[in-house]
T-cell receptor, first 109, second 114 residues
């Protein structure tokens, strides 16, 4: 079975402070991991994929297989980063993606 | 092509009625997915189509739920004999034929069963 855990429902940080949104997963094989974001009144959209090792809007995420984690980080939070963030996992040759329960990021001006 | 389109945006129905939702994916995307999201939860997988074939189906999808994608283009999700527990946001997503691409989501259909 595959499971994604996001331990924080809400994370509040001041503008300019570093951000780390935690994601841990449970999966026995080699997973594909994603971060999705949903801004207020917008649809859910892909933020980044671990396989591409890219930085989007200043966010990065590194897959740590030893700790089974895929934390999302940004060195300096901006007000426009306020949104709901979901970590997601795909594995086992299936197309099903398992989502975490999400973390609401609130950037305080 | 303006992305993944879902209709209707909102649906209020009485318990016991049947409802049908439609999803139009991005035209180049051969993969289509249905998810359900309730308050405070992440999206939960319901089913997956590759072209017109329904290849994966969650155990969440009871026999009251049926999904089709008859010509490999748009898809419909039907819920028969709706129950209050069916109240949720139903999300459709599509993706191109590459395994490492993420999804493009629609805006969803919010179902309220009264």
């Amino acid at each position: 079975a595959q499971r994604v855990t996001q331990p924080e429902k809400l994370l509040s940080v001041f503008k300019g402070a570093p951000v780390e949104l935690k994601c841990n997963y449970s999966y026995s094989g080699s997973p594909e991991l994603f971060w999705y974001v949903q801004y207020s009144r917008q649809r859910l959209q892909l933020l980044l994929r671990h396989i591409s090792r890219e930085s989007i809007k200043g966010f990065t995420a590194d897959l740590n297989k030893g700790e089974t984690s895929f934390h999302l980080k940004k060195p300096f939070a901006q007000e426009e980063d306020s949104a709901m963030y979901y970590c997601a996992l795909k594995g086992g040759g299936y197309q099903k993606v398992t989502f975490g329960t999400g973390t609401k990021l609130q950037v305080i001006p | 092509d303006t992305g993944v389109s879902q209709n209707p945006r909102h649906k209020i129905t009485k318990r016991g009625q049947n409802v049908t939702f439609r999803c139009d994916p991005i035209s180049e995307h051969n993969r289509l997915y249905w998810y359900r999201q309730t308050l405070g939860q992440g999206p939960e997988f319901l089913t997956y189509f590759q072209n017109e074939a329904q290849l994966e189906k969650s155990r969440l999808l009871s026999d009251r739920f049926s999904a089709e994608r008859p010509k490999g283009s748009f898809s419909t999700l039907e819920i028969q004999r709706t129950e209050q527990g069916d109240s949720a946001m139903y999300l459709c997503a599509s993706s191109p034929p590459h395994t490492d691409y993420g999804y493009t989501f629609g805006s969803g259909t919010r179902l309220t069963v009264v």
